[in-house]
């Protein structure tokens, strides 16, 4: 191979054009691929469009304009860097979009630590797909450094790599802009379709799967960096204020403060919020899972409830949803950094200034998503991390079943002092659904499914979470809690890390990642009368409707975007961070509309928009703190 190369360099303006080719062949498959990719999963633009093609030629065109400034014997290593670091991102972005149904960003970065346990257990999720990209692009890369190794030794001067220089740079300003020509025209700030427009989506930069199909691999990754430092060291955040208050005076001009048959039907009751980890709807029934059958059948069951996914970390975003009433940034930092904001109208501070006891409490470490400093934040008392402060206890608290069977631990979830709120996060039903998750390797409950040992993973696991609830309403029981107290509970995601998309696809009839995001809300009372309601509601409306069931002081509809599902101020549709929104007939994500529809479906647009902007400005200009 050597000796053909060497008469290759025999020509040389072929052999560089030759070398150009395997440079961004090396480059290019893996821009295509990766856009191709995300095509089955997003489809908003088109992986044959001509703008991220060209983005990606301009990078690929000043990629090789450095490599080729440096000496010939650092090249090779400089492109081996370079293209090595490309294919392990494209891995690592196509994982995260299989797994969690969304690219990162550089804010989700900040995350790694966090999912860092369950690195191995993500390689199941590898492709043939995946294995083919990247065997294309490192092939090339081999023949590219061939050629580059083999290349004479030139006596040149410094005219030679001015005038390639030249030719490479005017390469990068030719195609990037061509690639801003393709893009179209930005629509109005204010229209009601800004979140669909091409260049908006560029402009605003704020959904990394939209942004990857628009911009491409490299204009995306560097775009990243850049709106990251933008947003966080040079932005003027000053007017962010005034936009929020323009929201609210303008939304609560119409808004209805009065009561609803449901207000303070809790009054002076016990809460116990549980947000149940991956406990997806298909889950629940007689057989998995008896327990949240019966609370289902017996309380209140709330069938149209839906999670979306802002910003990286879901388990956490959703606890953060529910107690606060907003939801992450989804291009921004993680919502647990935003631990020196207040947070007044949260509903642990709601219950703390009604006089109750408030406690966080979860397995894991309290560094773990920041929870020992943001659930201080947001109103809780304390945060109880049992690994942290039961480091001796005999007793494996990642099982859920365990938790009452400590007495010091069953006496935080059920304290002596009255009234208390308390939050449980559970935790058994957690990913791997494999041979790596050590709860998984024994038939514990006798769900196993013959021939399908990940299926009969995730039955098991649901149902240790489901025997923490027997337990608890057994010892609510025998705590004479049972009458006054409440059970809150809904999960914090589906079953997205369950290695057979095609299986909860099928069980739930769903393919849309979105309206995958279709789980379980319950409440519970041992003496309410057992409902089923159909309304739209998302996770950020459990607040408002938990603190008018409670008959809280303090609590103002005017202050959140959210909405008690039982006013007349709800909204029955559900929206998602790509702006997407569901309401129950239409899943709208910027289709063409006929006429009689575009009224309404421009004014819901519009109002979705303003209540994502509304809310990522509440996080970022510490809205609540002179309340």
């Not at 491409?216 to 775009?223: A, D, H, S, V």
């Not at 990243?224 to 929020?244: A, G, H, M, N, P």
């Not at 609370?295 to 970390?313: I, K, V």
């Not at 996770?539 to 069931?549: E, G, Q, W």
Request: proline share 4%.
């Amino acid at each position: 191979m050597k000796k053909f190369f060497n008469k290759v360099w025999q020509y040389p303006c072929f052999a560089y054009l030759f070398l150009f080719g395997f440079f961004f062949f090396s480059f290019m498959s893996l821009d295509l691929g990766i856009r191709y990719f995300s095509n089955q999963y997003t489809g908003f633009y088109g992986w044959t469009h001509a703008s991220p093609f060209f983005f990606s030629l301009s990078w690929i065109f000043l990629f090789f304009f450095f490599v080729m400034l440096l000496p010939k014997k650092r090249r090779v290593i400089a492109y081996g860097i370079l293209i090595g670091l490309f294919q392990v991102l494209v891995l690592a972005q196509m994982l995260h979009q299989s797994i969690l149904g969304r690219f990162f960003s550089v804010y989700d970065l900040f995350l790694t630590g966090e999912g860092a346990g369950y690195f191995l257990s993500s390689f199941r999720w590898i492709t043939p797909y995946m294995v083919s990209l990247l065997f294309l692009s490192i092939v090339s890369c081999i023949f590219g450094c061939f050629l580059f190794s083999t290349e004479p030794v030139y006596k040149r001067k410094n005219s030679y790599y001015t005038r390639l220089g030249i030719c490479l740079l005017s390469g990068f300003v030719l195609f990037r802009g061509l690639a801003f020509e393709r893009l179209g025209e930005p629509s109005d700030p204010n229209s009601w379709d800004r979140w669909n427009n091409v260049y908006n989506v560029y402009l605003d930069f704020n959904n990394p799967s939209k942004n990857m199909e628009v911009a491409g691999l490299y204009e995306m990754t560097f775009r990243s960096v850049v709106v990251y430092i933008e947003q966080e060291y040079l932005e003027d955040r000053s007017t962010l204020r005034e936009e929020v208050e323009s929201y609210f005076t303008t939304r609560n001009e119409t808004l209805d403060l009065s009561t609803n048959e449901y207000t303070g039907i809790f009054k002076d009751k016990n809460l116990i919020l549980i947000m149940m980890e991956s406990i997806d709807s298909w889950l629940v029934n007689e057989e998995i899972m008896p327990t949240l059958s019966y609370l289902q059948e017996t309380g209140w069951n709330f069938t149209e409830r839906y999670s979306p996914a802002f910003g990286g970390g879901q388990t956490f975003n959703s606890e953060f949803a529910a107690n606060t009433g907003l939801f992450a940034i989804e291009n921004g930092q993680a919502a647990y950094n935003f631990d020196r904001n207040a947070y007044p109208y949260s509903l642990p501070s709601l219950f703390h200034n009604n006089g109750y006891q408030t406690q966080a409490l979860h397995v894991n470490h309290g560094n773990f998503y920041n929870r020992n400093s943001i659930h201080l934040a947001i109103g809780y008392d304390r945060h109880i991390s049992l690994l942290d402060d039961f480091p001796n206890s005999n007793l494996n608290f990642f099982y859920d079943s365990n938790l009452l069977k400590d007495e010091s631990v069953a006496d935080l979830i059920i304290p002596a002092a009255e009234p208390f709120m308390n939050f449980i996060i559970t935790y058994t039903a957690h990913m791997p659904y494999d041979s790596t998750n050590d709860k998984c390797v024994i038939d514990l409950y006798g769900l196993a499914v013959p021939g399908d040992s990940t299926l009969s993973c995730i039955r098991n696991l649901a149902r240790d979470t489901d025997e923490f609830l027997k337990e608890l309403l057994e010892r609510l029981e025998q705590e004479d809690h049972l009458d006054d107290t409440i059970l809150v509970l809904f999960s914090d995601h589906y079953a997205y890390a369950y290695p057979d998309p095609s299986y909860i696809a099928t069980v739930k009839n769903e393919s849309n990642g979105n309206l995958l995001q279709h789980v379980p809300f319950v409440i519970w009372g041992n003496d309410i009368e057992s409902q089923t309601f159909d309304m739209l509601m998302t996770t950020t409306d459990i607040l408002p409707t938990v603190a008018n069931l409670f008959g809280l002081d303090g609590y103002n509809p005017r202050n959140y975007i959210a909405t008690d599902v039982f006013g007349s101020n709800h909204d029955n549709y559900v929206y998602f961070a790509d702006g997407s929104w569901y309401d129950g007939n239409l899943y709208y994500t910027g289709q063409v509309v006929n006429d009689d529809l575009l009224p309404y479906v421009s004014s819901v647009s519009k109002e979705v928009q303003d209540k994502i902007l509304t809310n990522n400005n509440i996080l970022l200009s510490d809205y609540y703190v002179e309340s």
